[in-house]
């Protein structure tokens, strides 16, 4: 299983994705990463192939309800 990505990794790929999902397109909020729904712009930074490398070109800016359509999804939660 992949690592998790550093800050300085999501920071840049935050930067890239200009603050938006790069799946729908929704409007985040920087600092409601990794919170559930509920709240405003809530993302994850989501691992493209989960079993590549954690580096920028395999991270993804997502919201949470893409984020769910994706397999990992669920899978961390219940570990
Ligand atoms: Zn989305």
């Given at each position: 299983?992949?690592?998790?990505f550093?800050?300085?990794i999501?920071?840049?790929?935050?930067?890239?994705?200009?603050?938006?999902?790069?799946?729908?397109?929704?409007l985040?909020v920087?600092?409601n990463?990794g919170?559930?729904?509920?709240?405003?712009?809530c993302?994850e930074?989501?691992?493209k192939n989960r079993?590549?490398?954690?580096i920028?070109?395999?991270?993804e800016?997502?919201?949470?309800s893409?984020?769910k359509?994706?397999?990992?999804?669920?899978k961390?939660?219940?570990q």
């Amino acid at each position: 299983m992949a690592e998790k990505f550093s800050e300085k990794i999501i920071e840049s790929a935050w930067k890239n994705a200009n603050g938006h999902c790069e799946r729908c397109g929704k409007l985040l909020v920087r600092k409601n990463r990794g919170r559930n729904s509920g709240k405003r712009g809530c993302w994850e930074a989501h691992h493209k192939n989960r079993s590549k490398e954690s580096i920028l070109s395999n991270c993804e800016i997502v919201c949470v309800s893409c984020h769910k359509k994706t397999r990992s999804f669920g899978k961390q939660k219940n570990q």
